[in-house]
């Protein structure tokens, strides 16, 4: 999922932020609702919340995404994605795990009236080599993904300035 994120920072001049699950699903468990948590489990689905693009990704499992996953996303404010562009990725044993993504993952996010661009990324285990994507399939569903968020992002000649003005989107990854 990192590639996703570093494609779409480098391409379209982003800046981002990822939430690795494995660090923040020890704070976010010490909360049931989001008025239970402290401020670093505030600051993480703040950063959810308030970002334009969300990339999340989760590792399939028993045909699911993780439930650190969805922990976070029962904390998120059910009105505070509404519109937000959403990357879709996962990982699991095998491709039909990949269907997880369609049937799990995307209707997720239609829950908080998110916009899921079309192409999502799925990759197994032969898909890599030492952590770094090795499928020329895999880079090329990355590209496309990070096409189609660049076709539905705002249009601005001076995307520094945006950025200075906190008006570029930032992607969030959140991964399990």
């Known amino acids: 999922m990192e590639a996703v994120v570093v494609a779409a920072a480098s391409k379209l001049g982003l800046e981002s932020r990822t939430i690795e699950l494995v660090d923040a699903a020890p704070i ?20 959810v ?6 990339v999340v990704g989760s ?3 028993r045909a699911s995404y993780a439930g650190a996953l969805k922990h976070l996303f029962d904390l998120v404010d059910y009105r505070a994605l509404t519109g937000k562009r959403v990357i879709l990725a996962a990982t699991g044993g095998t ?4 269907l997880m993504i ?10 908080f ?7 999502a990324i799925y990759a197994t285990e032969i898909d890599f080599a ?3 994507i090795t499928s020329p399939a895999v880079r090329e569903r990355i590209e ?4 189609e968020l660049a076709q539905v992002l705002p249009v601005s000649n001076n995307a520094a300035a945006d950025r200075a003005h906190g008006n570029r989107p930032a992607p969030v990854a959140a991964s399990a």
């Open 102 to 111: 369609e049937h799990q993952l995307r209707p997720l996010f239609g829950f």
């Open 95 to 98: 491709p039909l795990h990949g």
């Open 28 to 47: 976010l468990f010490r909360a049931l609702r989001s008025d239970q948590l402290d401020a670093a489990g505030r600051a993480i689905i703040d950063a």
């Open 113 to 119: 009236n998110a916009l899921t661009l079309p192409t």
């Open 59 to 61: 590792p399939v499992y």
């Open 49 to 54: 919340e308030a970002a334009d693009v969300l």
């Open 144 to 147: 496309r993904a990070v096409s």
């Open 130 to 132: 030492n952590y770094e």
